[in-house]
């Protein structure tokens, strides 16, 4: 089992940064990277960023790219999402996930933070 709390988010408005934490433990010895994906009112859950443990290899969904920044603390078991020109259009409930390094799927997630941006 891998556990994972998230802390961060809220409201900011157009134009404006949040930042995003992830602490991720137990079983984590077989975990490849973390992610976070997002869902937003009536709209599928979509992925936002990924980063591997190992490395530090990152990936970003076009439409944050070179707004927001994914990061990680492998001594703290930690996945930040740096939030930055942030648009009404982010508004949603991101989720943390952890990922698997066997099949390399998301196979857990955390329980969701608001964030909120206002135009």
């Known amino acids: 089992q891998v556990q994972l709390v998230e802390s961060g988010g809220g409201l900011a408005q157009a134009g404006g940064s949040l930042r995003l934490s992830c602490e991720a433990s137990?079983?984590?010895?077989?975990?490849?990277?973390m992610g976070w994906f997002r869902q937003a009112p009536g709209k599928e859950r979509e992925f936002v960023a990924a980063i591997s443990w190992i490395g530090g290899s990152t990936y970003y969904a076009d439409s944050v790219k070179g707004r927001f920044t994914i990061s990680r603390d492998n001594t703290k078991n930690t996945v930040n999402l740096q939030m930055n020109s942030l648009k009404p259009e982010d508004t949603a409930v991101y989720y943390c996930?952890?990922?698997?390094?066997?099949?390399?799927?998301?196979?857990?997630w955390g329980q969701g933070t608001q964030v909120t941006v206002s135009s």
């Open positions: 137990g079983r984590t010895f077989s975990s490849y990277g």
């Open positions: 996930a952890h990922q698997n390094g066997q099949t390399m799927g998301f196979d857990y």
